[in-house]
């Protein structure tokens, strides 16, 4: 309690506000986001008007749709204590998750507020008892910016960038893409013929939900406008070498940068580009990782995590980052960003 007390004096102190957040959420706004492979997590039912609801998974997601009703459109600053509740998938993983978020929503400067985020992290974690600890800085935005410039289908850009946040399930779609094991083309041989002859058909016409000029458009687009070619192989390996990189924080603009110009990608990492520059602050390692935040759907920019260990195992104390999309994504008209971070207080 008496730390608890502690995180919000330095909240207060910063100018959060401390807000209540509903318990339960329409399941649609979690889903929205997620897609079906969260649904395994959640706490759902269905009340009177056969309308889905579930325990909250997520207080981000609650802040959001909170800030969203309150209609604000000013740089907001809040911070909120309370249980998420997740179906565990080992019986050593609690379900219910007690933390305390903080969130600057409708930033004026972007790279100032996500500073402000990591280093208001940082002065809590001071107030505990761990001694030592790694701040893990990364950006999903570099990512993004990597595959925009990798010459390959661009359906497949926007499928590696989608999925970013389901590693298993993009390092399948990395192996296809690499091998093109999914394709028999003797069968796309024959899928052509066919589509020469349905081409004459009626094009209004309804095939499981959709026109067939609808199927012909995709089609033409996979098989000759945007189609795979052997050079993807190149393109796998610059994406896997590109999730090995890991190096301290001041180093990272130089490495980063190496490894562009070596693959021949037209992309610049400047020396001030990340919200902390310094390697060590007083017991906190600070390093660069490419794959912080790849748990989380609604992440978009910068991302980072602090870990301690406990009793000889690491475990993740605070977690954050930036998700420009997610106020709109969630039924917001405006463009409102948005960056914060997360405790976990079961650690304490």
């Given at each position: 309690?008496?730390?608890?007390?502690?995180?919000?004096?330095?909240?207060?102190?910063?100018?959060?506000?401390?807000?209540?957040?509903?318990?339960?959420?329409?399941?649609?706004?979690?889903?929205?986001?997620?897609?079906?492979?969260?649904?395994?997590?959640?706490?759902?039912?269905?009340?009177?008007?056969?309308?889905?609801?579930?325990?909250?998974?997520?207080?981000?997601?609650?802040?959001?749709?909170?800030?969203?009703?309150?209609?604000?459109?000013?740089?907001?600053?809040?911070?909120?204590?309370?249980?998420?509740?997740?179906?565990?998938?080992?019986?050593?993983?609690?379900?219910?998750?007690?933390?305390?978020?903080?969130?600057?929503?409708?930033?004026n400067n972007n790279n100032k507020d996500?500073?402000?985020?990591?280093?208001?992290?940082?002065?809590?974690?001071?107030?505990?008892?761990?001694?030592?600890?790694?701040?893990?800085?990364?950006?999903?935005?570099?990512?993004?910016?990597?595959?925009?410039?990798?010459?390959?289908?661009?359906?497949?850009?926007?499928?590696?960038?989608?999925?970013?946040?389901?590693?298993?399930?993009?390092?399948?779609?990395?192996?296809?893409?690499?091998?093109?094991?999914?394709?028999?083309?003797?069968?796309?041989?024959?899928?052509?013929?066919?589509?020469?002859?349905?081409?004459?058909?009626?094009?209004?016409?309804?095939?499981?939900?959709?026109?067939?000029?609808?199927?012909?458009?995709?089609?033409?687009?996979?098989?000759?406008?945007?189609?795979?070619?052997?050079?993807?192989?190149?393109?796998?390996?610059?994406?896997?070498?590109?999730?090995?990189?890991?190096?301290?924080?001041?180093?990272?603009?130089?490495?980063?940068?190496?490894?562009?110009?070596?693959?021949?990608?037209?992309?610049?990492?400047?020396?001030?580009?990340?919200?902390?520059?310094?390697?060590?602050?007083?017991?906190?390692?600070?390093?660069?990782?490419t794959n912080i935040g790849r748990s989380?759907?609604?992440?978009?920019?910068?991302?980072?995590?602090?870990?301690?260990?406990?009793?000889?195992?690491?475990?993740?104390?605070?977690?954050?980052?930036?998700?420009?999309?997610?106020?709109?994504?969630?039924?917001?008209?405006?463009?409102?960003?948005?960056?914060?971070?997360?405790?976990?207080?079961?650690?304490?």
């Amino acid at each position: 309690m008496k730390l608890k007390n502690s995180f919000n004096q330095i909240l207060k102190s910063q100018n959060f506000k401390y807000i209540e957040l509903d318990s339960i959420i329409e399941s649609k706004h979690i889903l929205k986001r997620s897609g079906g492979n969260f649904r395994q997590y959640l706490f759902s039912f269905y009340d009177q008007n056969f309308r889905e609801w579930s325990l909250r998974p997520d207080l981000t997601i609650s802040s959001v749709i909170k800030f969203i009703k309150e209609k604000i459109n000013n740089r907001t600053k809040w911070y909120y204590t309370g249980e998420a509740y997740r179906k565990a998938n080992t019986r050593s993983n609690s379900v219910i998750k007690k933390q305390t978020g903080f969130e600057i929503y409708a930033s004026n400067n972007n790279n100032k507020d996500d500073e402000e985020i990591v280093k208001t992290s940082i002065k809590i974690l001071k107030k505990t008892t761990f001694k030592k600890a790694q701040l893990n800085i990364g950006n999903i935005e570099i990512f993004y910016a990597l595959v925009n410039r990798l010459e390959m289908p661009n359906r497949w850009k926007e499928r590696i960038k989608r999925h970013f946040s389901r590693e298993v399930y993009l390092n399948k779609l990395l192996k296809k893409l690499s091998t093109n094991s999914d394709i028999n083309f003797e069968v796309v041989k024959q899928d052509k013929k066919k589509a020469e002859k349905l081409r004459k058909e009626n094009p209004k016409k309804i095939f499981s939900g959709r026109s067939l000029k609808e199927i012909l458009d995709r089609f033409d687009i996979k098989n000759y406008s945007d189609p795979r070619v052997n050079s993807n192989k190149k393109n796998v390996k610059i994406i896997r070498d590109y999730f090995k990189i890991s190096c301290s924080i001041d180093k990272a603009p130089k490495i980063l940068n190496e490894f562009f110009k070596k693959n021949n990608l037209n992309l610049i990492i400047s020396p001030d580009y990340f919200p902390i520059r310094k390697n060590n602050l007083k017991n906190v390692k600070v390093l660069f990782s490419t794959n912080i935040g790849r748990s989380v759907p609604y992440y978009s920019n910068m991302v980072f995590n602090i870990q301690v260990n406990v009793k000889g195992k690491i475990h993740t104390f605070v977690s954050g980052g930036r998700y420009n999309e997610l106020v709109k994504n969630l039924g917001y008209k405006k463009n409102i960003t948005a960056v914060g971070a997360a405790i976990d207080l079961n650690l304490l």
